[in-house]
């Protein structure tokens, strides 16, 4: 068929289907391998709830004498609509021409389905046919049938849209039938998932819709939470009879806004249409109907809705005769609902919280059988549990339960492909069998009989190699080992988050163990700063800490050049896998108040109020990060504001009204206050370096210093900023001994970025003090001395290899780095 048959085809009516599967039948029993038009017309006639055929007998007509006139056999024959499927249908050309026209027809009439009265119409249409002069001697004929069509059908107005002239031609279908689902139906029919807890909630909706005026609840709450498998709650629970005698009859019918705004050209076609929908809820009182995101409804802003939809829904909502239950989250009920209060008092809300972690483990319990018939696979008990946890820990953006069944149901698919892929061997084999049948039959074709007969051998071994995997295959599908397990659960976490699965896993524990010491191992001469980094990230990832705070927050004190923000990016690279994990906001440029709105974006009215906040747009994105505000004491007491709430309660609402998580972050704030007194002190600075220092006096010293500048602090920051930070890290002077470490550091780093070109760099021992000798400040600490490698030693290398690079390419392994009169030679 072609493309437009298909869209006919998609557009025909339940009605019409099942005249088109016993119009199919009927060719079967007719020994046709086609349905033809004069098949159609039999279709439309026997099915008794069609309108084109409850049209014919209102005109006086005898189906089953037409039926025997046009056919030659009597009609009940043809009565076995079960047995055809969609699928199996086959029209011939004609017939797919009479579609075409049915749905010219329609279209004219701007109707939004094809039905049987179309189709009838189409075969009446073409009168120089066979079948169309049969039919005229039987008296039908396109204008008598048309005529009757008017008179006979009786719609609700609203449903279809009317042509500028003349009157609109009604379908067979209700309103509610084109545009709803019966969820108690679909409950009977077990395509509902089983739905776990919500008592409460389904008690007070119950509740609400028992009353006699104002029966309309108004389920609220965050997108994820639950509240369309709320109302489904409720269908399953009417399926089986467990509500008040006063609901044992009710269907709840769930409308699909956007089929009733489809094909609604003209101003007022939505309204009508929704006028239609309410009649026909108020003509049936069992009827309840839901309207999900009930505030595209009610909203004038919607393309297609011009109208003011409430002013439908109200005089309606106050009678008790039309119950309807709406369903909108928290935010959209604020900003469209809330205003209009002649609206909110016709609904009782119900507001629905995110479900517990133990509650979410049971829905999942409910759940998985579902999901392992789906995939086919198992899923292990403690999966399911971590699936859970790790949703709730990590996946900030969402909300229990929708997040963990997505992460369970993404898991298990992940399994699955995976496993499926260990047999990606068979169809290699099935692509080489194919090959080989080729050569072979070409050999016959050539008279290669020789080769033909190795190709037939071949064929033979690839033949059972496929049998064997097949089998191997099948035996494992139904013994169900492909188990989705924890690491599988971890891996789909780390994906979506971008935290490394270490992190996520058992393998955090030997991680968090080993902290200080990698911590130590990058970051030089800050023992005290390590320890303290360390031992507060360890409280927070063993839950100890609060887990509605950030992971850790801090004050890093010290003189330039000491390595407090070298420290935050190697704790970035740990927790998170990757250095881009760290954002960076410098505070010298929140000097003023209106700076607030660079953080979380403007308010709504203001210039950039959807460009969104620097900070919060960041951590939208990367909601696991860590969070650097650099020269803490250059913000206005505003902006440090903002910190008081993300440092007490984890969350901050951006400009544009949306919450924003910082539970995942860890919170560094620096700070050159006291600086001068770190780098003068003759423990913690530069003084008496040379002279050995006791484990002791550097611990009293750190202590000292740290309550002389908190003292200090107290004076800038606000004292309740202080109180709220896990600690004040103070960050020592930097001696020559560290400078040469820091030297090792960066040959190591350099000798990582040649590994690729196969070069290997060692330095000698004079190198390393000369660089560490010149390029350590006591000023400016440690930052000199990757200046003084690059312009030094990294120089040279560049030099080198421009000469000799083409020369040696391949043979160059190590280069020797050396210095003589403070020149420095690679060799």
Known sequence: MR????????????????????????????????????????????????????????????????????????????????????????????????????????????????????????????????????????????????????NFATYPAGILSKPENGPSMIMEQSALAAFGRDLVKESREGKLDPIVGREEEIEKMVNIISRRKKNNPLIVGEAGVGKTALVEALAQR????????????????????????????????????????????????????????????????????????????????????????????????????????????????VLVEETSIADTIKILRRIKPILEAHHNVRIGKEALETAVKLSDRYVSDRYLPDKAIDLLDEAAATRKLAVEKEYSQISDLMNELRTTQLEKETDIKKGRMAEALEQKEQEGTLKKKIKQLEKERSISQKSREYEVDITTIRNVVSKWTGIPVATLGSDERSSLINLESTLGRKVVGQEEAVQSVASAIKRARTGISDENRPWASFLFLGPTGVGKTELAKVLTKILFGDEDRLIQIDMSEMMEMHSVSKLIGSPPGYVGYREGGQLTEKIRQQPHSVILFDEIEKAHPDVLNILLQILEYGHLTDGKGRRVNFKNTVIVLTSNIGAEEIRKDKVLGFINETEEKDEEDVENAYQSMKQALTKELRESLRPELLNRLDDIVIFRSLTKEDAQKIVELLITELNIRLKDQGIKVTIDKKVKEYIANEGFSDEYGARPLRRMLQDSVENAIANYLLIHGEEEKGIIKTLKINIKDKEIIVS
């Open 3 to 150: 493309s437009k048959d298909v869209s006919v085809l998609s557009k025909l009516s339940d009605n019409a289907k099942a005249s088109l599967k016993i119009a199919s039948e009927a060719s079967k029993l007719l020994s046709a391998n086609e349905v033809a038009p004069h098949h159609l017309f039999v279709g439309i006639v026997l099915n008794s709830k069609s309108l084109a055929s409850r049209t014919i007998l209102t005109m006086g007509f005898d189906i089953e004498k037409i039926t025997k006139e046009i056919m030659g056999v009597t009609g009940t024959d043809f009565i076995t609509i079960e047995k055809t499927k969609e699928t199996d249908i086959r029209l011939s050309s004609e017939s797919q021409e009479v579609l075409r026209e049915a749905y010219a027809i329609a279209h004219k009439l701007s109707h939004v389905y094809v039905g049987t009265e179309h189709i009838l119409l189409a075969l009446l249409k073409a009168d120089k046919t066979e079948l169309g002069r049969k039919l005229y001697t039987q008296g039908l004929d396109y204008k008598s049938v048309e005529e009757a069509l008017f």
């Open 238 to 349: 009417i399926a089986d009879g467990n509500v008040p005698q006063a609901l044992k009859d009710a269907k709840i019918v769930a409308l699909d806004i956007s089929s009733i705004m489809a094909g609604s050209k003209m101003r007022g076609d939505v309204e009508e249409k929704m006028i239609a929908i309410i009649k026909e809820v108020t003509s049936s009182p069992n009827t309840i109907l839901f309207i999900d995101e009930i505030h595209n409804v009610l909203s004038s802003g919607i393309p297609g809705v011009p109208s003011d939809m409430s002013g439908i829904l109200k005089p309606a909502l106050t009678r008790g005769d039309f119950r309807c239950i709406g369903a909108t989250t928290m935010s959209e009920y604020t900003k469209y609902m809330e205003e209009d209060n002649a609206l909110v008092r016709r609904f009782q809300a």
